[in-house]
């Protein structure tokens, strides 16, 4: 009998929410078959099996929360010990090994998609081991070795026949509350994921329902709402947050928008890309238990993303070496996947600088939070047509705030305000600095 632990997936959690088993007790389990459905901090992610065996108990149910490195599953083995996992020689209860400059922690879920800092060029490729399969890291770039049996983070594979329908933890809640069965919904999402539009034509199909209206109603935050709520908490309380914003005509840029194929934010995004190769400090990361400032050599474009499981912040790396076109591009694959629930780990933790585009909700501007670990992030107002001096006469222009909120241990005034004034000045005169 080997009893299985909850690991760390790979983010520094202190616990996770069993969003839904896919084996009961009793059942027979291969090495690495799915076993669960796990809701992290950014996720939701399939754990896969450490042994091959039977399941003898299951620790907790659909919808608990289970701390890190408590009891999860009872395996009965047909051996007196455990097979050591493909790919290590470490037994299922050794601890993760940690990747190398203290970056993100190889994992038993086989989570770790990169390690985001690279070390000097000399030094000699180092192998970290994991529970499935391993990462290999050559130069500081990470190479990850395949097997017929890696689970991706993220990626809903073809559900066998019979596999009941799967929901993220807000649409179960919904479809409880609407008393509609999830089985009887027919799934839209990707790979047969219900969604919240699936319910809707659900409940129109069967009529309305009348449900009883409670004067008040609680609920536990879970998921990715609770760790939201953490991380926020503690960027507020232990990073002195300052700001500053400037009223930028965006009328060129607007235009420039609606004449090509780019969209309004990749065009802005190119503006603050191009501001930061002057202020590099704006993507730097202050580390308060060493006092060091660390830089990085490429721009990891944080974009913020809106989701029924709440906000998420989706990472377009080395987004300085692309044009106005290619952001378009990607900031619509970032945003839909976000949505879906199919960002990989590495696109969810690697960004440097954030932009978040509160003008689609209709408000002049904003302050926002920094994202932890970041010491900038940018908010874009909505455009609004306005009388605004051009060129000696009072016309109509096109009109956006922008809003930059940074870490004061890193930025001065003078830095905060010089980047903020270099996006303005693009975005007021774009000419061929985004489009190309």
Known sequence: MKTFLLPDLGEGLTDSEIVAWRVKEGDAVELNQPLADIETAKAVVELPSPYEGTIAKLHAAEGETVDVGAPLIDFELAGDEAPAPSGSDASAEDEPAPSPEGGPVATPADTVAEVRDAPAPEEKPEKVSVLVGHITVHGGKPTRKRRAWDVEPFTRQERPSGRPNRAMPPVRKLAKERGIDLQSVRPS????????????????????????????????????????????????????????FHQVDVTETLALARSGDASFLALASRAILLAAKRWPDVTAAFHADTMELERFAHINLGIAVSTDRGLVVASIDEAESMDASALTAAIKDRATRAREGSLTMAELTSSNITISNVGVFGVDGGIPILNPGES?????????????????????????????????????????????????????????????
């Open 376 to 436: 900038a992030i940018i908010a874009l107002g909505a455009v609004r047509r306005m009388p605004w001096e051009h060129e000696g006469e009072i016309v109509l222009r096109d009109v956006c705030t922008v809003t930059v909120s940074f870490d004061h241990r890193v930025l001065d005034g003078r830095e905060a305000a010089g980047f903020l004034a270099d996006i303005a000045a693009v975005l007021e005169r774009p000419a061929l600095a985004l489009a190309r």
């Open 189 to 244: 999402g990707r790979d047969g994921l219900v969604t919240r539009a699936d319910l809707e034509t659900a409940g129109t199909a069967s009529g309305p329902q009348a449900q009883p209206q409670p004067a008040s109603t609680r609920e536990k935050v879970t998921g990715l709402r609770k760790h939201t709520a953490a991380a926020m908490t503690q960027s507020a309380l232990t990073v002195p947050h300052a700001a500053t």
